[in-house]
């Protein structure tokens, strides 16, 4: 596949001013390339893994002085020549550079391409290649520790290992196929059940540690929602303990929905102040009651707040039946605990409510201690194989259908065939979660979810 | 100075998420510290400018796969040991090693202090170390030259010299004065005139050098501003040619101060629109013309906007008046030129007011290059030397006065004794630009502007 090689160029650190910047360059050419816009050592001659300096420059100008390190294929994180170019953090050289490179012959690489090349070339499988994208992405050191397992092998061996086993079975049943007629049986019908049931029972194994997973990698997204005034801006700053949100006493002063996040125990928290739910005929405010909406159908929890300064037990129980209708889990939040009804109060504690403050910052512990316990998970260890993966997770329940269906029509004796397609099936959902099977619609859609430079 | 060898550690690169990070240790003991929390070969047993691969540890736990670089003293930044950790660019990974490392016997940089370390170790003057830090937020290609050129000289070798001319005369004006009433004369006045007139027309040419220096360094605050509606935001989307600003036909729509970049003709603008001015009961909107009127008095150039479908001479008069009274300078610009009268047109057309239509990106670049006329400036070169900094421009003029009183004082003959006070003066105002002299409040100072990691 001659177009690997093809020289690409990226900035591989945050956009942004800093002290450095790393640019990086791969494929066959890459050094050749870099020597080209150098002024220092003849980099073509030093020995991989060293570091140069010198000046950039694009002709007569000098853009910067830089450090070169250098990479020799196969010893290269991409196994083709690489360079990675130190600059100072400045994006405008930054674009300098790449623009410089770009004239000499490089071409900008594509999101995730350095990784896919990584992969194409053999460093990694494909769900390790993927566990680089969540490592960079991980947002809680649960989710790190996640990645960092699956990026280091984690579960890919051993399916890859189930895989093979379930390969000689098959190929002894298509044997049987070739045999026409004739009623031969290559393959022990009981050996297969037994591998069959050996492949779901660790299948099911990764299949559950997706619920836990999927909370470690993506977090929760939490909305507080509530009537205008009923203080969500103001929990929301008390959750955070910063001044986020744009607080007044103005009913519909938040429009825009405005988001933080929070580790608690362990687990990142998205939380989302958003407008007030109310008939309004500002438009702006109309707008921002749509954007409220629409998180709270992709919530994970609502913190329902209500006014309790303002609201009779009867007020409540009507809100409370909106908020059921949405079918989101939710907790029911009372805020204004202090400005409210003695005997409201004693009503609200027997019915499951939380009782704050938030501009007192009272309970406001309690709260967060509730909202983790709606999350419990234990902390992702060393060696601890998780499924973190949307499309692993989905692979492994499609593996997980095709094998049932293998074992029910063993049970019913069908024929060969069908059984052959069932396996076949089975053999490429497992194929495609660590990569042994991919198209070119798989790879981009993997590798364009990862950032330009990765 | 011993506890320059303390070893010190930041993130070089931007904060978020990429590819990979760059952390960045400094000190005697760095390359020992980072052999402690490394997996791989022994880091002390290598040589400098070599790059290794392996996993960094805190104990047990392994927090990811890295590449070390090592650079051992005099040859790095810094001219101590030094180790740079190329992780996975994410926040949670830097996180955890920069915390790993602290346990180990680091400890966290301050702003600039691996820049002020190379400064105190003799890598560069101090006009040259401030260089670093505008290489890294030049916003523009000329702010990058200009900058360049300082840290790779600049005016300091020429000012060193200078300086040692004068310190020669000093020395002499000093000798004369131990002789007291002796009446000799070992610096020869004339050749001291010779030198004075020689420094103070380099020094002019560098002191008027600033104007254009500071233009090319922080760049143009321009405000948009006029009565509410009168098409301000629609007028910042049409110059940035995005959908920056929220449009509406509702006079107040914009609050906050939306602002954004824009280079024209290699000089950075900084647009700023406004909330629109006029009395108002809505407190968020109040607030938000008061930040207007601050802007208004920070601003280098006005877009003064008139609303042409409503407004007849007389009223544009009456507003022309108080913009007037800002003492800033500004372009009239009139605006909804397609629904204006066309008398109206013909008269403002003899003011010298530019017509657009906003919505319709009506004469959008005839009202660029009249903003870019205002502030026309060369290209800078390689070798080009430009003063940009404010420091260095103070410490010019400081130097610049001193040595005028030394002609007058040589002028009307005053003693020695008071010459040479006038000399050591210009002498010290020199010394701190390039930081021959230096005290720790200066350098305090300087450092602490720049970001953490530089």
Redesign the interface.
Known sequence: MNFVDEPIV?????????????I?LSGKDSIAIAQRVFRGKELTKQPS????FGTLHDG??????VLI?L?KEPNSFTKENAV?I?C??????VK?IIKTLLKHGARLATPGE?TKRAFLNGRFDLAQAEA?AD???????N???AA?NQ??GGFSKEIQHLREELIHFASLIELELDFGEEDVEFAKRDDLRNLILKIQSYLKVLINSFDQGNVIKNGIPTVIAGKPNAGKSTLLNALLNEEKA?V?E?PG?TRDVIEDEMILGGISFRFMDTAGLRETVD??EALGIERTRESLRKASLILYLFDLSKSSLEDIHNEENEIKELNVPYLKVGNKVDKADAELIQKLEREDFILISASQKKNIQQLKDKILSRFQIDQVK?GDVLVTNLRHYQGLKQTDESLSRVLVGMGSGITGDFLAMDIRQALHYLGEITGQITTDDLLANIFSKF?I??
């Open positions: 990226a900035l591989a650190t945050a956009q942004g001013i800093s002290a450095i910047a790393v990086r893994h060293t570091i140069h007569e100008k000098n853009i910067d002085e390190s990479f990675e130190s100072h953090g400045s994006p405008i050289i300098e350095f680089v490592i960079i992405n991980a947002e809680t050191d989710a790190r520790q960092l990026m280091r744009i007044s103005i002063t438009i702006v060393q950032c430079g990765k």
